[in-house]
């Protein structure tokens, strides 16, 4: 039997009341914002909550019923046959319940910077790399988000070498989170006569992008270069005369940006150097966090293989968790929520298992 911190979900019933009141009073519109956000965040867990409660008070009266001797055949017949009914009613709520108090990524409801670069393969990694963001321009499609794509430098036969997207929409960064780190492709390139298999790879970083109040950036800790684009680097960049390369000095994070539109050019590249600053924090934290537990599987180090693509057997391995799908083509066609959700899962199960008793 789970058992509820009683206390915390009166604290969220109380609150989500003192909101609601304040919100029939009609505040000004910035105090409306406010507590509509914290309304509707607690909108879900005190409707479980006090579906919850509702079902243990009808357990008990359903045990009181047939406890009584005076109750009758039909009447404890019926009883009996409700009772395992809402004791499976009260159990799904109370799982419900656990995982809603767990503790929230801060991140989670943020906009993301997907950044894909090509790694050892050669040619076969930059196709690679090209592959994984059409995989996740299609997901972002079938969840209603958008993706517009920061700077991309194209590969020598297509693919990308490195490409950068912002991804926006509901829930994008809780969802994507967990495709940080290197992606590993085995498969027979086009090019190879002798129907060999290749092994290259691709590296994934998913950052949540940081709003000015997240991270703050000093004038006096950056340098910026205004610079004339050179050939090599693809459409994306061959069509522009100039470009900015912006220097994190304390970090020594470079970003550089190449648009025709230099002002563009400044506040795209300051984007996603907030972004990977907001990330540096995040990881540091995190790092911080597990030290003690040193977490043996999914420990958000990207320099670790998470997963791997097999063309030739249509498999799809994620290292992590030991999953494995044999449709890898549907994968690659966006269909990665049943990646994605089991990942989730498992996270949530690591949250629930370092929980205090």
Request: aromatic letters at 4%.
């Amino acid at each position: 039997m789970i058992e509820l911190p009683a206390d915390k979900m009166d604290l969220m019933v109380k609150r989500f009341a003192m909101l609601e009141s304040e919100l029939a009073n009609g505040p000004d519109s910035e105090t409306y914002v406010k507590l509509a956000s914290e309304y509707a965040e607690l909108e879900d867990i005190v409707g479980r909550i006090n579906a919850y409660r509702a079902a243990l008070s009808e357990r008990d009266d359903l045990n009181i019923l047939l406890s009584d001797k005076a109750t009758d055949g039909d009447m404890r017949a019926l009883a009996e046959m409700e009772l395992p009914e809402v004791e499976e009613k009260i159990e799904a709520l109370q799982k419900d319940i656990q995982l809603l108090l767990l503790p929230k990524d801060a991140a989670d409801t943020k906009d993301a910077i997907l950044e894909i670069r090509a790694g050892t393969g050669g040619l076969e990694a930059a196709l690679f790399a090209g592959d994984l963001f059409r995989m996740y321009e299609r997901y972002a499609a079938g969840h209603g988000w958008k993706i517009e794509i920061i700077s991309a430098s194209e590969g020598d036969a297509g693919g990308y070498k490195e490409i950068i997207a912002k991804v926006s929409g509901r829930g994008v960064f809780s969802r994507l989170k967990f495709e940080s780190g290197v992606h590993r492709v085995q498969r027979v390139p086009e090019t190879e006569a002798g129907g060999r298999i290749h092994t290259s790879a691709a590296t994934v970083a998913v950052l949540p992008q940081a709003e000015d109040v997240d991270v703050d950036i000093r004038d006096q800790d950056i340098r910026i270069d205004t610079m004339r684009a050179s050939g090599a680097g693809g459409q994306h960049v061959n069509t522009t005369d100039s470009a900015v390369r912006i220097t994190h000095i304390p970090t020594g994070i470079v970003v550089v940006q190449a648009e025709k539109s230099q002002h563009q050019n400044r506040a795209r590249a300051m984007e996603v150097l907030r972004a990977r600053l907001y990330d540096m924090e995040r990881q540091k934290a995190a790092d911080e966090r597990a030290e003690s537990r040193r977490l043996q599987v999914g420990s958000g180090d990207r320099s670790e293989r998470i997963r791997t693509y097999n063309f030739p057997q249509g498999r799809l391995t994620d290292h992590r968790i030991n999953l494995t799908l044999y449709k890898l083509d549907r994968v690659m066609e966006g269909e990665l929520d049943d990646v994605i959700d089991p990942l989730i899962a498992d996270h949530q199960a690591k949250l629930l298992s370092e929980e205090p008793a």
